[in-house]
């Protein structure tokens, strides 16, 4: 397909464990965002990637989150000794540049943390 | 901190009325302003979006309607359709000089059209 793809599309955990979230970007997009969506909280910035540079992590909320984006392509976003907290849509985005314009989004993976 | 503000949180309205959804942003190196369009289990999809060098913007039924020195901007829905239900995101991105990457979502306004 052409859109964004995310894996899974859901996934049940139990606090403590840890989850890997995957997403792959539209091919030859060079910028990558991930989102989280909470109820009642809109969407929250985590980490952006665009080409080879440092990813922005500014917006990941502790160290138990990680990112990274393998080759420009496909990423990865880690949450360790997963909380309930956690629990959220999380969102993939891609676009074609790095000026933030028209983001693609995937259709998340529901984390749900017990 | 909540840089851009989303009013209001959920929006019913009759079919063929209009539909209003206002935000405001803090930062003035804000300068793209883009609504996005979520339907249920689905991810959020471009709709429309403004530059602030113009004061409206319109395509079809949605207009952006601009306000810079307010620090406002709002998106008209006219002839509302049970099929424009979904959650509409507002959204802010810096320019060149603030780093054009991190894209600000409101907080969302569940928008309910009846028949």
């Known amino acids: 397909g052409a859109g964004v793809s995310q894996s899974p599309s859901n996934k049940v955990t139990e606090k403590g464990k840890d989850v890997e979230l995957r997403c792959d970007p539209i091919s030859g997009h060079t910028a990558l965002y991930w989102y989280r969506q909470s109820l009642g909280q809109g969407l929250e910035f985590l980490i952006y990637f665009q080409g080879n540079s440092a990813p922005d992590k500014s917006g990941l909320p502790s160290d138990r989150f990680s990112a990274e984006r393998t080759g420009g392509s496909v990423s990865t976003l880690t949450i360790q000794r997963t909380q309930q907290e956690d629990s959220a849509v999380y969102l993939c985005?891609?676009?074609?540049?790095?000026?933030?314009?028209?983001?693609?989004f995937g259709s998340g993976t529901q984390l749900s943390v017990l | 901190q909540q840089q851009v503000k989303q009013s209001p949180q959920s929006l019913i309205v009759q079919k063929g009325g209009i539909s209003i959804i206002n935000c405001a942003y803090e930062n003035t190196a804000f300068d793209y302003f883009p609504w996005y369009q979520q339907f249920p289990g689905k991810g959020p999809a471009l709709l429309i979006a403004i530059r602030p060098d113009v004061s409206e913007k319109k395509e079809g039924r949605f207009t952006i309607s601009f306000n810079k020195s307010a620090k406002q901007f709002s998106l008209h829905i006219m002839d509302s359709q049970p099929g424009d239900s979904a959650t509409y995101f507002c959204a802010s991105r810096p320019g060149a000089t603030a780093g054009y990457q991190k894209v600000t979502f409101g907080i969302g306004t569940k928008l309910q059209v009846i028949p």
């Open positions: 985005a891609s676009s074609r540049g790095s000026q933030g314009e028209k983001l693609f």
